[in-house]
């Protein structure tokens, strides 16, 4: 099992930049590939961006390419997510996620097996 809780949401102005960060529980955080979901008042959940286990190798989406920037710290069992240039079609509720599973693409919500709370990001033009 592994819980993951998220933090650093909050609201900004079109331009600001936030910082999310996501903790995991448990000592094999390292084995897991790590991604970021988002979403929207009305929409369905997209995927924002993964970083694989191992290789490390990153992947966004291509609206947030430029602007965003996943990374991870296993010696803290995190992952974070630094988003910059924000604008206010940004604004959803973020997800981090953890999957077992090891591959190229990872940006479906199946292949993610656990699931944090969420954390709210609001953008004002």
């Known amino acids: 099992q592994v819980q993951l809780v998220e933090s650093g949401g909050g609201a900004v102005q079109a331009g600001g930049s936030l910082r999310l960060s996501c903790a995991a529980s448990?000592?094999?955080?390292?084995?897991?590939?790590m991604g970021w979901f988002r979403q929207a008042p009305g929409k369905e959940r997209e995927f924002v961006a993964r970083i694989r286990r191992g290789t490390g190798s990153i992947y966004y989406v291509d609206s947030v390419k430029g602007r965003f920037t996943i990374s991870r710290d296993n010696a803290k069992n995190t992952v974070y997510l630094q988003m910059n240039s924000l604008k206010p079609e940004d604004t959803a509720v973020y997800y981090c996620?953890?999957?077992?599973?090891?591959?190229?693409?990872?940006?479906?919500?199946?292949?993610?097996?656990?699931w944090g709370q969420g954390t709210q990001v609001t953008v004002s033009s």
């Open positions: 448990g000592r094999t955080f390292s084995s897991y590939g």
């Open positions: 996620a953890a999957t077992a599973r090891d591959g190229y693409v990872l940006a479906s919500e199946w292949e993610y097996d656990y």
